[in-house]
């Protein structure tokens, strides 16, 4: 939705000492926007040049519409830590460059991340991290802002999308001004939550140009130490610099009571206690010492309102001013409005008992190609370490398969460490469970490391030719980039046989059959195997299934094995029997056969 508004810009010029004022009227657009959306029209604005990213929730929208805009080369990176090396590529050869990621992956960047704040930049370069309180779509709920005080990494955290597109936007102007990467902390509930935004013109910038500095940006011992006492002196000139950004702003009422605060959790003081004084820091580090000793000092009752980590409530308290914080507010989650009415206001919150409906947890869709192969793990007694992605679904019931989930890549060099420390004969019934998109991600070094250290173990990549979890996004090995270009798809069955690994085979992940007697065959070897299951993902764009699934009930001997693999489609009946959503079901025919009855057809 967009709608426009009359605004005007004056033109102010000066003759013969005089003023002489020129106002032009300018059509103004609005228009509704995620926040994520937000950032990629903020990119746009401010002039980037280089986006890169890998697909990850709440982030991934950003990248997908940063595409939409010509102006910016965008790319899906096969990983974080490739990404951010990417932005700063651009940014050292003089452009506007931007990463973008999840909180965790964050992590796989660390390392470009941390040196480059000793580099500094040429172009301006921003990191936009988004966290997730809540844990909606995460392994954990850390706080970026603590990775960027480890990386003296300045942050800028926006409240709403007006502020996500403006914000990127000054990121630019002090990164190039102090010469620093600069991150944008978004969250979940920002990242998809809708606002309005004013749009503005590109700002086109200007190239600088590139110089050969070694001192700057090679970062070896000599030229680091220089550089770290930099750092920290620029640290120091944005936090006295930071008292008069306009990002940070006191907003006086009525100050019996005061907040700290930032981010979302701005929107809930705001209604909670309207009428209470807030100190809105848009600049989360480093901080604005002077302006917070200041409103400290005009407020009788101070809190400190922040989400996750007490990053700043830590530091304030450091100065010695009385403030409230973690005492009363969790360290878990998401914040509310609710959660001051509670712990602050006193006031009865819980209202009408929430409607009690059934639990509905996570599950693969109907004719997933990972519930095939699950099914027959699970039929052989097969343990599975996992990783990230759809696939992790094969922990809970009734596929039971999964074991462990740490990371992305993760699987691969965990069966590596189990077969290290118990042996061979402990991993004839393990196998490491890892997607395509995640095998290119950082699953090819732990396959690589396998083979090098002459592992024995079993490695199934599922390759359904997607990035399913994020909303199906492309990689290296689908031939296709973000801006839906056909490249040359890296090949995962030659690449494995590349690094010297003799049993690869590839086989459709629904033939069953064939699928259990190659899992036997190589679990048992004494060597490093490789079984490709290769299916698309039933809802990528333009799959067609012709067939459906249809029961016989006069033959079905209500023996229940095509409901074990929990397909949303099956439903058993009161007699015993089952029935097949048709408007579920996608043919996939797994129930098929695992029927040994024939009550099942295709139809």
Not at 568 to 592: F, H, R, V
Request: overall charge negative.
């Amino acid at each position: 939705m967009a709608f426009f508004l009359l605004s005007f810009r004056e033109k102010v010029q000066i003759h013969k000492g005089k003023e002489k004022r020129e106002r032009k009227y300018i059509k103004l657009e609005k228009k509704i926007m995620l926040g994520n959306e937000a950032i990629a029209r903020g990119a746009y604005e401010a002039g980037v040049k280089v986006s890169a990213a890998y697909p990850g929730t709440p982030s991934t929208e950003i990248s997908e519409n940063i595409v939409l805009y010509d102006e910016i080369y965008a790319e899906w990176s096969p990983n974080e830590k490739v990404a951010t090396e990417v932005a700063i590529g651009a940014s050292i050869s003089g452009v506007r460059a931007m990463a973008s990621m999840k909180h965790v992956g964050v992590n796989v960047a660390s390392d470009p991340l941390y040196t480059i704040s000793y580099g500094g930049v040429n172009g301006g370069l921003v990191l936009v991290a988004a966290d997730d309180p809540g844990l909606y779509s995460s392994q954990n709920e850390q706080d970026t802002r603590c990775v960027a005080r480890a990386a003296l990494v300045p942050v800028l955290e926006p409240s709403d999308s007006q502020e996500a597109k403006d914000f990127v936007k000054f990121a630019y102007e002090i990164s190039e001004k102090y010469d620093t990467p600069v991150i944008v902390r978004t969250t979940t509930r920002l990242a998809h939550s809708q606002g309005t935004v004013t749009l503005e013109e590109r700002t086109e910038v200007e190239d600088k140009p590139y110089e050969r500095n070694p001192g700057k940006f090679v970062m070896m011992p000599g030229n680091a130490i220089g550089r770290h006492v930099f750092v920290e002196q620029r640290m120091k000139a944005m936090a006295e610099d930071g008292c008069s950004f306009s990002i940070n702003r006191a907003e006086y009422r009525d100050t019996s009571i005061g907040f700290i605060t930032s981010g979302i959790p701005y929107q809930y003081v705001k209604e909670a206690c309207p009428n209470a004084s807030i100190l809105k820091l848009g600049m989360v580090h480093p901080l604005p010492r002077k302006l917070i000793e200041e409103f400290a000092s005009k407020v009788d009752k101070l809190y400190i309102f922040e989400e996750l980590e007490p990053v700043i409530e830590e530091q304030v308290k450091s100065w010695g001013i009385e403030a409230v914080g973690k005492e009363i507010f969790t360290l878990q989650g998401e914040y509310s409005a609710n959660l001051i009415r509670e712990k602050i206001l006193k006031e009865e919150v819980s209202g009408k008992a929430p409607a009690q409906v059934p639990a509905r947890p996570p599950i693969l869709c109907p004719g997933c190609p990972h519930r095939s192969v699950y099914s027959v793990l699970n039929k052989l007694g097969i343990h599975a370490a996992g990783d990230i992605g759809c696939y992790t679904l094969g922990a809970v019931p009734p596929l039971n398969v999964i074991d462990t989930t740490i990371c992305m890549g993760a699987s691969i060099s965990t069966l590596h460490g189990m077969e290290k420390a118990k042996g061979k004969d402990y991993i004839k019934n393990w196998v490491a469970v890892i997607g395509d998109s995640t095998f290119m991600h950082t699953g090819v070094n732990s396959l690589m490391n396998m083979v090098y250290n002459q592992a024995t173990g079993t490695v199934m990549i599922l390759d359904n030719s997607t990035t399913g979890m994020t909303g199906h996004q492309d990689h290296a090995a689908t031939g296709k980039t973000l801006k839906g270009e056909i490249v040359p798809a890296i090949n995962i069955y030659e690449l494995c046989k590349a690094m010297g690994i003799e049993h690869v085979t590839e086989v459709d992940a629904f033939d069953t059959e064939k699928l259990e007697k190659v899992v036997r065959e190589e679990v048992a070897r004494d060597a490093v195997s490789v079984i490709i299951t290769k299916a698309p993902c039933v809802l990528l764009k333009g799959n067609v299934f012709p067939n459906k699934c249809k029961p016989v009930e006069d033959v079905c001997k209500k023996c229940g094995m095509c409901l074990k693999p929990g397909c949303p489609a099956l439903t058993k009946n009161p007699d015993g029997t089952i029935s097949i959503d048709e408007t579920m079901c996608n043919g996939c025919g797994l129930c098929q056969q695992l029927c040994k009855f024939g009550a099942i057809e295709t139809v």
